[in-house]
């Protein structure tokens, strides 16, 4: 089992549209979560970190679920400029060894 | 404030040549990673430093990669000979001092063609 699995996509969503991407991982000894958005040819970039209690910038909702050991990210009323590729990212160890998910693509469709 | 600096932002060369990618982390971080991403495999860990000393290597593929971090503000890849599977996307990123919460900040990347 991979230690960070994300589902590939691509998803294809209309204008205003909810979406919504899973990401399990496999340490449960795991310590924190994030997402990154990755543009086609840019590098990945921060989008949110995760909070255990769950937590929301603008349209964009994080969760995280320890007991199953996935965490979310729901995106509200999409954007057209939300096309990307969203990674998910789980860091453990005293170190901070980090571990990237292989990425949902998102395409937002007018 | 700067970002992370990789450099060069593309390299084309032969196979069978060394090639050396540069980077420069964001002052005051202390940890730096090295990415290699490929549409195959995606993002893969290759190395990171913590304080300047290699912490976990075992992404690195094989002997003909190598890297270094001679002090806090510059670290470097070597792979050498270079073959064209190691044609790929290398990203610097770096971290600041703290718990695991703390998010890492990439470079814009290395696109590196061996022919």
């Known amino acids: 089992r991979k230690e960070v699995e994300q589902d590939p996509g691509p998803f294809n969503v209309p204008e205003g549209a909810t979406v919504a991407f899973n990401c399990t991982y496999s340490?449960?000894?795991?310590?924190?979560f994030f997402w990154y958005r990755q543009d086609c040819r840019k590098e990945p970039k921060l989008l949110m970190s995760?909070?255990?209690s769950g937590n929301e910038d603008g349209r964009f909702t994080a969760q995280l679920n320890r007991a199953s050991q996935y965490i979310s990210l729901l995106i509200r009323d999409s954007k057209l400029s939300d096309s990307a590729t969203y990674l998910c990212v789980v860091r453990s160890g005293g170190y901070q060894k980090v571990t990237f998910g292989t990425g949902t693509k998102l395409q937002v469709i007018p | 404030d700067a970002g992370v600096i990789q450099s060069p932002r593309h390299e084309v060369t032969e196979m069978g040549q060394e090639v050396t990618l540069r980077c420069k982390p964001i002052?005051?971080?202390?940890?730096l990673f090295w990415y290699r991403q490929t549409m195959m495999r995606g993002l893969e860990l290759l190395i990171y430093f913590n304080n300047n000393v290699p912490i976990d290597d075992s992404g690195m593929p094989e002997d003909r990669f190598s890297a270094k971090m001679p002090n806090a503000s510059f670290s470097t890849l070597k792979i050498q000979p270079s073959e064209p599977r190691d044609s790929a996307v290398y990203f610097c990123?770096?971290?600041?001092?703290?718990?695991?919460?703390?998010?890492?900040?990439f470079g814009d990347g290395t696109r590196l063609s061996i022919l």
């Open positions: 340490n449960s000894a795991s310590q924190s």
């Open positions: 995760v909070y255990s």
């Open positions: 002052s005051g971080h202390n940890s």
């Open positions: 990123a770096s971290s600041p001092p703290g718990q695991t919460n703390q998010p890492q900040h």
